[in-house]
T-cell receptor
Framework: DAKTTQPPSMDCAEGRAANLPCNHS???????VYWYRQIHSQGPQYIIH???NNETNEMASLIITEDRKSSTLILPHATLRDTAVYYC?????????????FGKGTKLSVKP | DVKVTQSSRYLVKRTGEKVFLECVQD?????MFWYRQDPGLGLRLIYF???????EKGDIPEGYSVSREKKERFSLILESASTNQTSMYLC????????FGPGTRLTVT
């Protein structure tokens, strides 16, 4: 699975959009981009995933660049409860039973 | 709502004790996972199971074993607990979209 690079930390004002970048320059054509987050003292939580098209669900939007070398997770109206560590993970479905490799992630602090 | 439950939120055990951590999921998932999380090291996969009675080693299986006798239940066993197994243990079920339990914070003294 391709490696990902994320900034260690980011701040965001409450009510504003939080844009979390992820670099995955070695991603291959059949690898998906997954995002999880972990709120303090809780287990990680699945957010969203995509292959090449932009995706949106009730939690967030995922924008993947055309060359697929990077992506951005967007929380459109961040709240204090979105303060968490956000993990970008690249997954190859073929031959994988789903063992996720979590990097260090981005610690997002949403401030009032 | 998917539910993954773990038997204890906090556990304190002595060195050398046999420790059982239980995980139960209610979504009929075939795949279940055990991770541990330590400061500065992130989440690391210990074992996973893709079917009843099937198991695969993850990245750090030494000192651990697992049991999957029923589809909904996946147990992590520390055969002889040691202080370096003090950690947060997280169970998950699913495959690529994984649902995690609340975690068990185990302290071995």
């Amino acid at each position: 699975d391709a490696k990902t690079t994320q900034p260690p930390s980011m701040d965001c004002a409450e009510g504003r959009a939080a844009n979390l970048p992820c670099n995955h320059s070695t991603i291959s054509g059949n690898e998906y981009v997954y995002w999880y987050r972990q709120i303090h003292s809780q287990g990680p939580q699945y957010i969203i995933h995509g292959l090449k098209n932009n995706e949106t669900n009730e939690m967030a939007s995922l924008i993947i660049t055309e060359d697929r070398k990077s992506s951005t997770l967007i929380l459109p109206h961040a709240t204090l409860r979105d303060t968490a560590v956000y993990y970008c993970i690249v997954l190859n479905y073929g031959g994988s039973q789903g063992n996720l490799i979590f990097g260090k992630g981005t610690k997002l602090s949403v401030k009032p | 709502d998917v539910k993954v439950t773990q038997s204890s939120r906090y556990l304190v055990k002595r060195t050398g004790e046999k420790v059982f951590l239980e995980c139960v999921q209610d979504m009929d998932h075939e795949n279940m996972f055990w991770y541990r999380q330590d400061p500065g090291l992130g989440l690391r996969l210990i074992y996973f199971s893709y079917d009843v009675k099937m198991k695969e080693k993850g990245d750090i299986p030494e000192g651990y074993s697992v049991s999957r006798e029923k589809k909904e239940r996946f147990s992590l066993i520390l055969e002889s607990a040691s202080t370096n197994q003090t950690s947060m243990y997280l169970c998950a079920s699913g495959r690529y979209e994984q649902y995690f339990g609340p975690g068990t914070r185990l302290t071995v003294t």
